[in-house]
């Protein structure tokens, strides 16, 4: 693949070569047409691996889309624009831990393997570790339906490393559900193994709290999810934790367009 250098802009084709952008990136990019044709992919003896690459790619895509679906709320402000490759990424590494199904079908079990999620920053360019340093403790109860975010008092100014403008912050306690996810032969796709679970979610928010106050007691963020449903051992709770920035003008606070930062804390 080729990186133009150059002044001179274009798109589309040009004899052999192709001219593209790549979403997440600056600059344009090139590269020789041609390779198999759908057909050959499709039915070629000689595609054989790639046709089990690309339907266990697609499951782990599926998988992905579910993490960021149960916490969509969230997403506009606290993901990257290569999130969602990086999600996939780490499903394909859940993937291949499987040694039950054969190459091109097995399944995605995050409820075994959920420590490849763990520390996950949604937003590559902002960490939660390093925008939020002050000791904090989560707790789950025993039905796995509801976590409890608790922070001793601190002093914001020592602790937080806010964006500049910001004047307020909210701390975030995320739940959010991921199935296990299976190849079904009948619809030739992987799906969730317990789809009426997959993806409930809740977000619960400290109040706004001011950057130059010191916080004289514990803040307690409790976030359940939504009707106490009963988990089963093939889903997994992921349990986030976040930070927003905010500016004040009168009686209104308003988000700032970047520096906020979610990090997958624990499962359960």
């Known amino acids: 693949m080729a990186r133009q250098l150059g ?18 990136m600056t600059g344009n990019f090139a590269g020789l047409k041609g390779g198999a044709t759908a057909e050959q992919i499709k039915n070629d003896v000689a595609f054989v691996r790639t046709r089990e690459n690309m339907n266990e790619f697609g499951g782990c895509a599926n998988a992905g889309r579910s993490v960021r679906i149960g916490l969509n709320v969230l997403m506009k402000q606290m993901s990257d624009a290569q999130l969602t490759g990086r999600l996939t990424g780490i499903m394909k590494k859940i993937n291949l831990e499987d040694q039950t199904e054969a190459r091109g079908y097995r399944a995605i079990l995050i409820s075994t393997q959920s420590k490849y999620l763990l520390g996950l920053n949604f937003n590559k360019n902002f960490s939660f570790n390093s925008s939020f340093i002050a000791p904090m403790e989560l707790t789950n109860n025993p039905e796995r339906t509801s976590s409890t975010l608790t922070v001793p008092a601190f002093n914001p100014t020592k602790s937080v490393i806010a964006p500049s403008g910001a004047t307020h912050f909210r701390l975030i306690n995320a739940v959010s559900v991921i199935s296990d996810f299976a190849y079904n032969a009948t619809t ?7 789809p009426g679970l997959n993806e409930i979610s809740n977000v619960a928010y400290s109040d706004y709290l001011d950057l130059n106050t010191d916080i004289a ?20 709770v992921l349990n986030s934790v976040g930070v927003e920035f905010y500016q004040k003008a009168g009686n209104e606070y308003y988000l700032l367009n970047s520096g906020h930062a979610l990090k997958i804390q624990s499962t359960f």
């Open 7 to 24: 002044h001179v802009k274009y798109g589309g084709t040009i004899g052999e070569i192709r001219h593209f952008k790549i979403k997440g």
């Open 188 to 194: 030739g796709i992987y799906e969730p193994l317990q």
């Open 217 to 236: 007691d514990p803040t307690v963020i409790a976030s359940a999810l939504p009707g106490a449903p009963e988990m089963t051992g093939d889903v997994t």
